[in-house]
């Protein structure tokens, strides 16, 4: 996780809008969230695979909104809350929704 908070530090170095693009991750800790918030100029787009899925979301700083009660926000939560700010995500959100469609309700 140190990587996504140096790329994300990096970012709001250079001034202004950025955008850090980060691989691999399907889970972001508390504090990267914390970051985002706090620096709302930037936006993650986060590509990863989880159970079979493959996953690009975009992250604004500005959307994310904190749960003092989630240290770790995961892909069942990610996607759904930022999906809508990422490109490409008509079949994940299809293939998403078969697959956790009982969970999510």
């Keep these: 996780m140190q990587e996504v908070r140096d790329a994300i530090n990096a970012a709001i170095a250079l001034g202004g809008p950025q955008t850090v693009t980060i691989k691999g991750y399907s889970a972001l800790s508390s504090d990267v969230m914390e970051l985002l918030v706090k620096n ?34 995961g892909p ?12 490409d995500t008509a079949p994940a959100m299809q293939a998403f929704l078969e697959k956790y469609a009982e969970e999510i309700r």
């Design 40 to 73: 709302p100029q930037i936006t993650v787009v986060s590509e990863f695979s989880f159970d079979g899925l493959d996953y690009k979301i975009t992250i604004p700083g500005s959307a994310v909104k904190l749960n003092p009660a989630i240290e770790w926000y």
């Design 76 to 87: 069942k939560y990610l996607f759904p809350m930022f999906c809508m700010y990422g490109t």
